[in-house]
């Protein structure tokens, strides 16, 4: 017996159960010329890279909020939205966190 003409479809597809969203949503904010940054963003992208997190990186001279609240503290890990360190990323800890 086949499906009437006019059945819906499957709410979600065999593509959609496939994609995994990702483990976690990791901000780090940063500007140019900044050596710890540089240090920060191979950090984080590698353990975003191994844990199946989400990246994006925030140049905070664009933002004058950001700028005037971060320029001192930078480079700022944010997971999943919420502070969680700045200057001198440790990556093991990172790693543990995101895992």
Known sequence: MSPPQNAKKPLLSAGNWANQPPAHRVTLLTKDGCHLCEDARAVVTAACRDTGSEFTEVDI????????????????????????????????RLRNMLG
Do not use: C, K, M
């Not at 933002?63 to 440790?90: K, T």
């Open 61 to 92: 001279t664009t933002d004058s909020a950001l700028l005037r609240d971060y320029a001192n503290y930078i480079p700022v890990v944010f997971v999943d939205g919420a502070p969680w360190d700045q200057l001198r990323i440790d990556e093991q």
